[in-house]
Structure formats: C-alpha cells, structure tokens
C-alpha cells in the first residue's frame, strides 16, 4: 500500500487547465460512449451509489464532478422535492449537457430541482457542514491532488453524514485484469479517435491505472477525517464504490 498522506499532483496527472478543456470537448460525446464503454451498466452503478448514501426525503446533497448530471438526478430522486441537489463541475461544457437534460425533461422526475453550478472541487464555494451527503461518480481520479478533494468532501459535509464514492479501479487478476487491458487499453483509445478525441479516450485508462487501489483510497479517505469506511467491488472488480462517514 502507498503512503495515504502525501500532498500534491498524483503521477501522471494532468494540469488542471488540461484536464478542464479536455471535458469541454468531448461533453456532447461522453454519455453516448459511457453508455457504448460499459453496455449501459453506468446507470446501474450510480443507483448503488445513491443507496449507499442512505438519503432520506429532505435531505440537502452535493454532487461533485457531476458531469452530465446523471447521478445528480439519481439523488434528486431519493431526497424527494423536499430536499434539494447542487451539482458541481469544472466543465462548463458538461454543465451546459447536464442542464438541457433537466430542462428537456429526459432525466425523470424531479431533475428540474437540481441546481448545476461551475465549481472547482479542491476548493468548494460552500460552507462547512453545509450537507447532508455528498457523492463523486467518476470523477476523483480527475483531482489534480486527491487528498484535497478528499478533505473539502469531508468539510462540507455534516458529521454524521456519508460521502459516496464510485469510481473505475483496475482488476489485478485474470481474467478480467485481461480484458480490461484489452478492452481500455486498446479498445477505448479506438472508440476516442472515431469520436474525434483520441488523446481525452487515451487519458481514460491511464487516468485509471495510476489511480490509488481501493484499499489505498480507504486509507486516504481515514487520512483526512472518514470514518465506518467500507468499499464494495462490483462488474468483475473494475468498479469500486466506497463510502464513509464524516466524523462526529
């Protein structure tokens, strides 16, 4: 296991600025190939998410690095149009996708209640103790330095209050560490060119690869102030949920 403390760009990460315009290209692209990358399996895993934040009807959530909005419309859903969302991303672009869907009315019900907001997530425009969860789908393995990102979840977010984490992990053994070198490895960069964004697409697995193992990001989440941290490994190993109480 690697040291949990260390502060500071992951290797391999991209510059902020990078990573920020690379999202902005391929925003009209992303749900169409997310949904082609994991057969529609993408919508499954954001429900488990919201179970795992054990939201009820009123509650007050933040969902960071929303992207296109799907798991922010997920929670809306759960806390009901008592309760509210504010969903964060760096894209504006994604932001600009994310709102048509709720304004269209194709996110289901209660979508319209989500306020989308342009937010960096190292440094949140929000108060401590401001939610009564949080969560992150696909997005902490795009944190220029993950130990901050992990800490402002952490503060914003009420004692006693969950944060969800559901991310891509890469599966150590066969078969499917195979297939996934197989698939994302040579597969994926091939779907990025044929959507016109080669390099975003080559990013995708390597942005994975490099990214702390479950274990290690139950470490870095105990670092900086999670407790009751448990993670669930589901579709073969390749997708990690993880969850932890802010503590009291």
């Known amino acids: 296991m690697t040291d949990p403390t260390p502060d500071g760009p992951a290797s391999g990460t991209l510059p902020e600025p990078q990573v920020r315009a690379m999202f902005d290209r391929i925003a009209g692209v ?18 488990r998410a919201v179970a795992l934040a054990q939201l009820t009807p009123g509650d007050h959530v933040l969902d960071v ?3 296109t909005g799907d798991l922010a419309f997920e929670l809306a859903r759960a806390v009901g149009p008592e309760g509210s969302v504010v969903a964060a991303d760096f894209s504006e672009q994604m932001l600009a996708i994310a709102r048509r ?8 019900a209660g979508a319209g209640s989500v306020r989308f907001e342009q937010a960096n997530a190292l440094l949140l425009p929000h108060a401590a103790n401001e939610f009564d969860a949080a969560t992150v789908g696909f997005g902490v393995r795009n944190f220029s330095d993950l130990n901050q990102g992990l800490r402002e979840l952490a503060r914003v977010v009420k004692p006693g209050g969950r944060v969800v984490i559901l991310e891509m992990t890469a599966p150590r053994r066969p078969p499917l560490s195979t297939f996934f070198g197989l698939w994302f ?10 959507a016109g964004d080669a390099d975003a697409y080559t990013y995708l697995p390597s942005s994975v ?3 702390p193992g ?5 470490a870095r989440m105990s670092a900086v102030g999670f407790g009751d941290i448990r993670y669930v490994l589901t579709a073969g190993g390749i997708i990690a949920l993880h969850v932890g109480t802010v503590k009291v």
Not at 214 to 218: G, K, Q, S, T
């Open 30 to 47: 992303y749900d169409r190939l997310n949904s082609v990358m994991t057969a529609g399996l993408h919508h499954r895993w954001r429900e």
């Open 65 to 67: 690095a929303t992207g």
């Open 101 to 108: 869907k709720a304004d269209a009315g194709t996110a289901g």
């Open 185 to 194: 490895d040579r597969a994926v960069p091939v779907l990025g060119r044929l």
């Open 209 to 211: 690869r490099r990214f």
């Open 214 to 218: 479950p274990e290690d990001l139950a």
